[in-house]
Nanobody
Framework: VQLVESGGGSVQAGGSLRLSCASS????????MAWFRQAPGKEREGVAI????????NYADSVKGRFTISQDNDRNTLHLQMNSLKPEDSAKYYC???????????????????WGQGTQVTVS
């Protein structure tokens, strides 16, 4: 599985960004798709998750109502629409994937197998 993020950048507080993640490889390993983020000196934290077979989603409390995770119909591109951005949203954002597991909705990095290289988001 390969995951390549894009769309990061610098934006003022209150602005919007849309991240994308192009994925390829074994489809069964891309059933659970997620966005995580990591700020300097902090642990990597889950932001949003989507279960491709049902499009059910889950979000971290800190981003609910502001961020939206989605996939293209072919399920090969994952998106994260980020609105009303805050300085505390600044971090490197990572795309991650995994095969189905019963913990798919949990925003924990240990349940994810494949990771992209990340894209930087800076909010000032």
């Amino acid at each position: 599985v390969q995951l390549v993020e894009s769309g990061g950048g610098s934006v003022q507080a209150g602005g919007s960004l849309r991240l994308s993640c192009a994925s390829s490889g074994a489809s069964y390993q891309r059933v659970c798709m997620a966005w995580f983020r990591q700020a300097p000196g902090k642990e990597r934290e889950g932001v949003a998750i989507i279960y491709s077979r049902t499009t059910n989603t889950n979000y971290a409390d800190s981003v609910k109502g502001r961020f939206t995770i989605s996939q293209d119909n072919d399920r090969n591109t994952l998106h994260l629409q980020m609105n009303s951005l805050k300085p505390e949203d600044s971090a490197k954002y990572y795309c991650a994937s995994a095969a189905y597991n019963s913990n798919w909705s949990r925003l924990e990095k240990r349940y994810y197998t494949y990771w992209g290289q990340g894209t930087q988001v800076t909010v000032s």
